[in-house]
T-cell receptor, first 110, second 113 residues
Framework: KQEVTQIPAALSVPEGENLVLNCSFTDSAIYNLQWFRQDPGKGLTSLLLIQSSQREQTSGRLNASLDKSSGRSTLYIAASQPGDSATYLCAVYGNNRLAFGKGNQVVVIP | NAGVTQTPKFRVLKTGQSMTLLCAQDMNHEYMYWYRQDPGMGLRLIHYSVGEGTTAKGEVPDGYNVSRLKKQNFLLGLESAAPSQTSVYFC????????????FGPGTRLTVT
């Protein structure tokens, strides 16, 4: 069974600092990895999708890397802003399903 | 283009009552999914569908049934609600499971008393 771990569970950073969020997974037989953002009481918004053959994806201030062999992905958010405060979820796709981590709860302090 | 919509947004049930949650997508996606999200447990897959007329069990299917009679709709049914089914339910869809991202609905918050 695929296990997805996100560490740390919660973190606070001052505005302007770069955010680094880590995700690890136990089974490297994945088709893709997806990072989501979830605001309190809201649904999930897809941020980035990385195919298993790719090493990284970028969108604006966001960059996600994937090392399938070591079972790791990292989400970088450059120059964090208070509006980046949210929970970030990592999910890996295999066997017809997404397996989710429990999330990194991020607070950006103005 | 509404994306993925869910009906209702909130619901309170008494133990033993039944209800159906409706998910609709207007993106012509083949795959649809139902998840539940619980504090400390993360999101877990209940059932999924890889096309009209198909359904399959996910990680936590007990106590739920689903139907996909039309490509754009995926229904989740609770025949006899239990307090353990108190949760937030999310529907998602994608073109396929491997290449394309999943799009999520806004969620349904269900409380069973």
């Amino acid at each position: 069974k695929q296990e997805v771990t996100q560490i740390p569970a919660a973190l606070s950073v001052p505005e302007g600092e770069n955010l680094v969020l880590n995700c690890s997974f136990t089974d490297s037989a994945i088709y893709n990895l997806q990072w989501f953002r979830q605001d309190p009481g809201k649904g999930l918004t897809s941020l980035l999708l990385i195919q298993s053959s790719q090493r990284e994806q970028t969108s604006g201030r966001l960059n996600a890397s994937l090392d399938k062999s070591s079972g790791r992905s990292t989400l970088y958010i450059a120059a964090s802003q208070p509006g980046d405060s949210a929970t970030y979820l990592c999910a890996v796709y295999g066997n017809n399903r997404l397996a989710f981590g429990k999330g990194n709860q991020v607070v950006v302090i103005p | 283009n509404a994306g993925v919509t869910q009906t209702p947004k909130f619901r309170v049930l008494k133990t033993g009552q039944s209800m159906t949650l409706l998910c609709a997508q207007d993106m012509n996606h083949e795959y649809m999914y139902w998840y539940r999200q619980d504090p400390g447990m993360g999101l877990r897959l209940i059932h999924y569908s890889v096309g009209e007329g198909t359904t399959a069990k996910g990680e936590v299917p007990d106590g739920y049934n689903v139907s996909r009679l039309k490509k754009q709709n995926f229904l989740l049914g609770l025949e006899s609600a239990a307090p353990s089914q108190t949760s937030v339910y999310f529907c998602a869809s994608s073109y396929d499971g491997q290449t394309y991202e999943q799009y999520f609905g806004p969620g349904t918050r269900l409380t069973v008393t």
